[in-house]
C-alpha cells in the first residue's frame, strides 16, 4: 500500500484565492482526519470523518475551511478565501485499530 | 477538557538516555501514544501503551505510564543522531480521536 496520499505537496497561492488539499487514505480504514501544523500553535485537529460523515468539526478555524469525504478513498480540504495566516502544513491521516497514519503533509504557504 | 502538554525541547548528549515527559486529562484514554516526526515528513508510530499496563518496552524504547497522575514518559536508551526528531505524546479519547502535544524537540549534542 502506498499510505495516505497528499497532493500537493507544496502550495504557494495569494491571499483572497481559493485552495484545495487532497487526501486519499489507506484503503479499508474507516475514520480519517485533517490537522494543520504550524511552529506557534503545535499540531491542530481540524476535522475528522468516521464511514465518510463528519463526527467533529470544532477545530475547524472559521467558515472560510470546508471540508468533504464524497467517498471512503477521497477527501477535500478547501479554504476560500486564502489568508497569510492560514500559511502552515496541513495533513491527512487514517486510522486502522488505534493507529494513525499520516500522510506526508501539503505546505500551504499565502502570500 | 481534553489536553497534553509536554516540555518543547529537550536536549541529550549522544549515548545518553532521553526521557520525555507528558500529561494528559482525560482518565478515560485507552491508549497512549509516542509518535515521531523527521524533518519533512508525517508523524510516525513510535509506540504505544494501552491504559491497563504500567510499561512497556520496544528494543531502545520505555513507555511508562502514572495513570493515577495521568503522567507518561518515553525514555530512549543510548540516544543516537538519528533520534533527533519531534516526538508527540497523544492519547486516544472516543471516536478514533486522537489528541496531540505539541511535540518535544529532541536535540542530540556531539
Known amino acids: 500500500d502506498a499510505g495516505v496520499i497528499q497532493s500537493p505537496r507544496h502550495e504557494v497561492t495569494e491571499m483572497g484565492q481559493e485552495v484545495t488539499l487532497r487526501c486519499k487514505p489507506i484503503?479499508?480504514?474507516?475514520?480519517l482526519f485533517w490537522y494543520r501544523q504550524t511552529m506557534m500553535r503545535g499540531l491542530e485537529l481540524l476535522i475528522y470523518?468516521?464511514?465518510?460523515?463528519?463526527?467533529?468539526d470544532s477545530g475547524m478555524p472559521e467558515d472560510r475551511f470546508s471540508a468533504k469525504m464524497p467517498n471512503a478513498s477521497f477527501s477535500t480540504l478547501k479554504i476560500q478565501p486564502s489568508e497569510p495566516r492560514d500559511s502552515a502544513v496541513y495533513f491527512c491521516?487514517?486510522?486502522?485499530?488505534?493507529?494513525?497514519?499520516f500522510g506526508p503533509g501539503t505546505r500551504l504557504t499565502v502570500l | 477538557g481534553e489536553d497534553v502538554e509536554q516540555s518543547l525541547f529537550l536536549s541529550v548528549r549522544e549515548g545518553d538516555s532521553s526521557v520525555i515527559n507528558c500529561t494528559y486529562t482525560?482518565?478515560?484514554?485507552?491508549?497512549l501514544y509516542w509518535y515521531k516526526q523527521e524533518p519533512g515528513a508525517g508523524l510516525q508510530l513510535l509506540t504505544y501503551?494501552?491504559?491497563?499496563?504500567d510499561m512497556k518496552q520496544d528494543q531502545r524504547l520505555t513507555v511508562l505510564l502514572n495513570k493515577k497522575d495521568k503522567h507518561l514518559s518515553l525514555r530512549i536508551a543510548d540516544t543516537q543522531t538519528g533520534d533527533s526528531a519531534i516526538y508527540f505524546c497523544?492519547?486516544?479519547?472516543?471516536?478514533?480521536?486522537?489528541?496531540f502535544g505539541k511535540g518535544t524537540r529532541l536535540h542530540i549534542l556531539p
Open positions: 497523544a492519547e486516544g479519547v472516543r471516536d478514533d480521536k486522537i489528541i
Open positions: 482525560d482518565s478515560s484514554s485507552t491508549y
Open positions: 491521516a487514517s486510522i486502522f485499530s488505534n493507529e494513525q497514519f
Open positions: 470523518f468516521n464511514n465518510n460523515v463528519p463526527i467533529d
Open positions: 501503551i494501552f491504559s491497563n499496563m
Open positions: 484503503s479499508g480504514h474507516n475514520s
